[in-house]
Nanobody, 126 residues
Framework: QLQLVESGGGLVQPGGSLRLSCAAS????????IGWFRQAPGKERERVSC????????FYEDAVKGRFTISTDNAKNTMYLQMSNLQPEDTAVYYC???????????????????RGQGTQVTVSS
């Protein structure tokens, strides 16, 4: 069974940091395109960051560039999203996802990543 399990969400003040983790089982993250997505109340799910399958290049949405970092630990088969300088507009449910995708990961929408975690809530508020 292909599975992703997230952890690390929570409540943080503006300007604070959080690290999200996403542990994979049943497949190797290193062989898949992987990504982090988020969905705020009343909004569509959006991509935050991703790593392409073929060349492992990273991609960040403009809203998080310079503040968020995506990474993987192949030995632990786990992906991470380090988030710093968090702002209220970053409040959302964050999801990790993976899929076998031939092209650059940023050309695919959230729903094209077929293996998805259950989501973890991130709330940025004073």
């Amino acid at each position: 069974q292909l599975q992703l399990v997230e952890s690390g969400g929570g409540l943080v003040q503006p300007g604070g940091s959080l690290r999200l983790s996403c542990a994979a089982s049943g497949f190797r993250l290193a062989s898949y395109a992987i990504g982090w997505f988020r969905q705020a109340p009343g909004k569509e799910r959006e991509r935050v960051s991703c790593i392409s399958e073929s060349d492992r290049r990273t991609f960040y949405e403009d809203a998080v560039k310079g503040r968020f970092t995506i990474s993987t630990d192949n030995a632990k088969n786990t992906m991470y999203l380090q988030m710093s300088n968090l702002q209220p507009e970053d409040t959302a449910v964050y999801y990790c996802a993976a899929e076998r995708l031939a092209l650059s990961c940023n050309v695919y929408g959230p729903h094209e990543f077929g293996i998805r975690g259950q989501g973890t809530q991130v709330t940025v508020s004073s």
